[in-house]
């Protein structure tokens, strides 16, 4: 029986792949049914393919990027590139050959922090909560290592959501804007009702809270959409479909918005995961009873190496610090 680590591998070779072969035009009718079947054999296989396919294009579109020395240039609508001479067929082989390598080798996880700066219009480093103001006036605030894609059109305002986890604050319709703002993110999307929305990606899919107002979340291949009022929450992907996240504190789960983590009894194993989305060096309890331990407090962002400290002597524990991670035990 194959294992669960070499599918993933297999995934993600075959959407390297079919990304390559879409990149080279419209498909026949035959390469059309093919590829359809193939997204349809495993629900993870289109995510594959979207994620194979931006880094394609993302690399595609270094080719056109400025020299150090040119001036400056606005950046236009994000088009797919297309081979036009022989040198941007090279180009284009080598991004490939590229996107294959980082696909398949390095996998999703690690390959995808590494895109993001290729991939995304707006992404927050490490341990950043970073502000952005769109076009329309609308306000979205990235948490630590998310990233956010702007699509705007002369028909919606689409945001797609790469990593991570963001709070949207929409300008609402009225006037000369009659957009509506949506949401792209894991196979669905989340269309503003009102004003304050969370969007985060939670394994193969996503999750929303509805701070201010209402929403309505559709599911790729689900007939109708799930409507969110204000305190509000679910999660979607596309083996559950959209399913409420009842009890879900979304002061407490968007803390970060205020410069803060906040923790009610919350397994130390939980507590490390969130951690490790804010430090550099990586968070590993190596010892199972330790991992099963509750953890109350607010830890302050800027100070996490100090809230360590304190957990690690209120906990009991023993710890290790090495390059690249901490170790608790």
Avoid: K
């Avoid at 194959?2 to 035009?25: C, F, K, T, Y």
């Avoid at 049914?33 to 394609?56: I, K, N, S, V, Y």
């Avoid at 789960?253 to 550099?280: C, H, I, K, M």
Wanted: aromatic share 6%; hydrophobic share 40%.
């Amino acid at each position: 029986m194959i294992s669960q680590h070499l599918r993933e591998q297999q995934i993600r070779e075959e959407a390297a792949d079919w990304a390559v072969r879409l990149s080279q035009g419209d498909p026949d009718p035959a390469t059309a049914e093919a590829l359809a079947r193939w997204c349809q054999a495993d629900p993870r296989h289109p995510e594959a393919l979207a994620f194979a396919q931006a880094t394609w294009d993302a690399l595609g579109q270094l080719a056109d990027e400025p020299a150090a020395s040119d001036p400056p240039r606005r950046r236009g609508p994000r088009q797919t590139a297309r081979p036009t001479t022989r040198s941007r067929r090279r180009w284009r082989w080598a991004s490939g050959v590229a996107a294959l390598l980082l696909v398949t080798v390095l996998g999703v996880d690690v390959g995808r922090p590494l895109l993001l700066p290729l991939l995304a219009d707006h992404a927050s480093g490490t341990g950043e909560v970073r502000r952005v103001t769109l076009p329309d006036g609308s306000e979205v605030e990235l948490d630590s290592r998310s990233a956010i894609d702007v699509l705007y059109s002369d028909g919606e305002r689409r945001v797609r959501l790469l990593a991570g986890e963001a709070c949207f604050s929409v300008a609402p319709m009225g006037g000369d804007e009659r957009r509506p703002f949506v949401v792209e993110s894991a196979g669905g999307t989340t269309r503003a009702l009102g004003t304050r929305f969370l969007v985060g990606e939670r394994g193969h899919g996503a999750w929303v809270g509805v701070l201010e107002h209402s929403v309505a979340v559709n599911l790729e291949g689900v007939p109708g959409e799930r409507v969110l009022s204000e305190g509000q929450s679910a999660r979607y992907d596309r083996t559950q479909g959209i399913q409420p996240l009842l009890g879900l504190d979304l002061q407490r789960a968007s803390s970060w918005r205020r410069g803060v983590l906040v923790f009610d009894r919350v397994p130390l194993a939980e507590v490390a995961e969130q951690l490790n989305r804010y430090r550099t060096r990586r968070l590993v309890i190596t010892d199972a009873r330790l991992a099963r331990r509750e953890v109350s407090g607010v830890f302050r962002l800027d100070i996490l190496d100090e809230a360590l400290d304190t957990l690690t002597h209120e906990l009991h524990a023993q710890r290790l610090d090495v390059p690249g991670a901490t170790f608790l035990y």
